[in-house]
Antibody
Framework: EVQLVQSGAEVKKPGESLKISCKGS????????IAWVRQMPGKGLEWMGIIYPGVSDTRYSPSFQGQVTISADKSINTAYLQWSYLQASDTAMYYCARHSHYMDVWGKGTTVTVSS | EIVMTQSPPTLSVSPGERATLSCRTSQIVSTNLAWYQQKAGQAPRLLISGASTRATGTPARFSGSGSGTEFTLTISSLQSEDFAVYYC?????????FGQGTKVEIK
């Protein structure tokens, strides 16, 4: 079964750093793009960026460029989304998804709460 | 960036009725458009790609149509499990972009 398993919920303070993960299984992780999608509370889906784990080629939405870093470790079939300086506005659900133009397999999401 | 406009924001439909959801793109995207369903508390799920190709497991009551800048998702006879939020997404241009969603609620 193809699946993406995301790391657990996080509660952080403003200014802290964070790295969340997405582990793929059931398919060749290195040869499929992985996307990250943000969903703020009560809002719609926002495409943040993607990574090709085989060579760590990344593309970002201009809205998120410089705000987050997407990375991957193909040796352990895992993609990451990280922040070096969290803000309250980063509070959201973050989904990873297998991305072949459209997104055909989704993780269950990681809730990130940033609050003082 | 391609702007996606979905209408209506909310659609109130009785079970068994037909629902028609619209998605318009600010630029031509050919048929490079997908539809997703998101139920409350769940991750999105791919319904349709290529504007009209049902994904594995998508019931036949879901159909997609359109090309260029105008697209439609039709649910022929709404079932209780279809009440959810539906998003369109273009994959013709970077960055990929989503519509703001249409909530299909019980009338």
């Amino acid at each position: 079964e193809v699946q993406l398993v995301q790391s657990g919920a996080e509660v952080k303070k403003p200014g802290e750093s964070l790295k969340i993960s997405c582990k793929g299984s059931g398919y060749d992780f290195s040869t499929h793009w992985i996307a990250w999608v943000r969903q703020m509370p009560g809002k719609g889906l926002e495409w943040m960026g993607i990574i090709y784990p085989g060579v760590s080629d990344t593309r970002y939405s201009p809205s998120f460029q410089g705000q987050v870093t997407i990375s991957a470790d193909k040796s352990i079939n895992t993609a990451y989304l990280q922040w070096s300086y969290l803000q309250a506005s980063d509070t959201a659900m973050y989904y990873c998804a297998r991305h072949s133009h459209y997104m055909d397999v989704w993780g269950k999401g990681t809730t990130v709460t940033v609050s003082s | 960036e391609i702007v996606m406009t979905q209408s209506p924001p909310t659609l109130s439909v009785s079970p068994g009725e037909r629902a028609t959801l619209s998605c318009r793109t600010s630029q031509i995207v050919s048929t490079n458009l997908a539809w997703y369903q998101q139920k409350a508390g769940q991750a999105p799920r791919l319904l349709i790609s290529g504007a009209s190709t049902r994904a594995t497991g998508t019931p036949a009551r879901f159909s997609g149509s359109g090309s260029g800048t105008e697209f439609t998702l039709t649910i022929s006879s709404l079932q209780s499990e279809d009440f959810a939020v539906y998003y369109c997404q273009q994959y013709d241009n970077w960055p990929r972009t989503f519509g703001q969603g249409t909530k299909v609620e019980i009338k």
